[in-house]
């Protein structure tokens, strides 16, 4: 279910769509129901800002009901009657399990443990319950008996004074007998504090149809914890960071101060690599083993091969960087950059759409864009490709061996032969020749007793 708008988010984003752990809440859930049952199987009820929410997990290959006017959790599971009860010709499915679209720390196991309970126990509805100390908010179960057979849930908003103190509350997750489901959906009404059509009454209609309605409690609570609120959303998304720094160490990454750091979920990391603190790795970021990334760097969608060091204060997007590279203190690699095996990029070096071969060298105050760069190449202080002609943007190539003097800039488009020098503070405009020497600059000349004469005529 993920119609709602999400009205305590006070957003004009759907509430689906806010990002935990560096993606939408959905997409969390999403890619834990594909652990449970091929996408195929996956029905995603949608309402609010339907199309951006389609848009952001149309990747993943699940299917969409669109709920146009959003009137309760029992409305959505009416309005996805076909898809999921399908024809006259019979139902499509014996079991409908229902995931809360903005509960995103709930894991396979325990859906697959409500289902498979739900099966085992032969009941019509089967919820997912859970002990909370500060249970305000939640609907809460109301057992039968000391077994597991459950009488109602009780919204907080209809619960008395005593129903109030119970601690068991309804997680927002279900297991239906399809069938049985559809045949009662229509029993909901909308007789409720909200004027809504509330899922958590199916468990009072089949309890009165005498139908079985059982509940299972999580052995983990924050599991099933909702994001109603900026404040609980915050709370989600250290605890998925935290358990993402924690599947790491238990990978053999070691990371001081991990509270300190902002990890996302999709990021991998190889053994014996160390992330100090502060350090963010966001989105599909792969960092390879034996690497250092060390404090302050924030490395977005890019790809680090083994024993690279990211020195501090570097950032990197949409890159990539070979086996045994130095970048850093306080490069910046723009998207495309592509930096070979052991080669190095140092302090106030920018790049954009580069290839950097294999051992080169740019190691200080450059800007190197749009340029191909070949192998065992020095790039000296201060180098500049200049790109951008102001209409369009234009590619250097600098072949290797290639030494680049210190302050000279390369007007694209130009090409440095193999193995050829440009002096110091040449501006190059023309292609220059393998093994050639390129000067590009005033010829030096040089006034004898100048200074000497200028300070003698102040006195
Ligand atoms: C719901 C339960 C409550 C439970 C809690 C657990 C109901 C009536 N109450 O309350 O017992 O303790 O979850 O988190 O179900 N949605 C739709 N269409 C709608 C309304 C909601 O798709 O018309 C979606 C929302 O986008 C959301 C989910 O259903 O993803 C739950 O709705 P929400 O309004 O957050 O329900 P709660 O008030 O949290
Ligand atoms: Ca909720």
């Not at 999403?30 to 339907?50: L, Q, R, W």
């Not at 850093?328 to 990029?345: F, I, K, Q, T, W």
């Not at 450059?366 to 490709?385: F, P």
Request: charged share 25%; net charge positive; with cysteine.
């Amino acid at each position: 279910m993920a119609a709602g708008k999400g009205t305590r988010l006070k957003s004009k984003h759907p509430k689906v769509l806010h990002e935990i752990g560096g993606k939408p809440i959905l997409a969390h859930v999403i890619a834990t129901a594909k652990k449970v049952v091929p996408a195929g199987n996956i029905f995603v009820i949608i309402g609010h800002e339907a199309e951006s929410v389609r848009e952001a997990v149309r990747g993943t290959g699940v299917n969409f009901v669109l709920q146009a006017e959003q009137r309760g959790t029992g409305h959505a599971l009416m309005v996805a009657r076909e898809a999921l009860s399908g024809n006259k010709a019979g139902n499509k499915y014996d079991q409908v399990i229902v995931l809360s679209g903005d509960a995103p720390l709930i894991t396979a196991d325990t859906i697959r443990k409500l289902s498979d309970f739900h099966s085992a126990q032969k009941a019509t509805m089967t919820l997912l319950s859970a002990d909370l100390d500060n249970p305000y908010g939640y609907g809460r179960v109301i057992r039968k008996g000391r077994g597991a057979e459950v009488q109602a849930i009780v919204e907080e908003k209809s619960a008395t004074a005593q129903q109030r103190k119970i601690r068991e509350i309804n997680s927002g997750f279900y297991a239906f007998a399809a069938p049985a489901l559809y045949e009662n959906i229509d029993h909901l009404s909308t007789a409720n504090a909200h004027g809504e059509y509330y899922l958590t009454d199916m468990a009072g209609v089949f309890h009165r149809a005498r139908k079985k309605v059982v509940a299972i409690k999580t052995d983990d609570a924050g599991e099933i914890l909702g994001s109603n609120t900026r404040a609980e959303m915050m709370m989600l998304d250290a605890r998925l960071r935290l358990a993402k720094c924690r599947e790491l160490l238990e990978r053999g990454v070691t990371i001081f101060y991990p509270h300190t750091c902002v990890i996302d979920s999709d990021v991998e990391v190889g053994a014996d690599t160390v992330i100090e603190p502060f350090v963010q790795l966001l989105g599909s970021t792969k960092i390879g083993a034996d690497c250092r990334i060390r404090s302050y760097s924030v490395i977005a969608n890019s790809v680090l091969g083994d024993r690279v060091t990211v020195k501090p204060g570097t950032i990197m997007e949409d890159s990539r960087v070979g086996a045994g590279a130095v970048l850093g203190p306080y490069s910046h690699l723009r998207p495309g950059s592509d930096v070979g095996e052991d080669a190095h990029v140092g302090n106030f070096v920018e790049t954009k759409k580069i290839k950097l071969g294999k051992g080169s060298k740019a190691n200080h105050l450059s800007y190197l864009g749009d340029a191909e760069i070949g192998e065992g190449v020095n790039i000296g202080a201060g180098t500049i490709t200049c790109n951008y002609d102001g209409v369009n943007k234009h590619k250097t190539v600098i072949e290797d061996g290639v030494f680049i003097g210190s302050d000279s800039t390369l007007v694209a488009p130009v090409k440095i032969g193999r193995g050829a020098y440009v002096a110091a503070a040449s501006c190059i405009t023309e292609d220059v020749p393998a093994d050639a020497l390129a000067l590009g600059r005033a010829r030096q000349s040089v006034k004898e007793g100048w200074a000497r004469e200028k300070r003698e005529k102040r006195r």
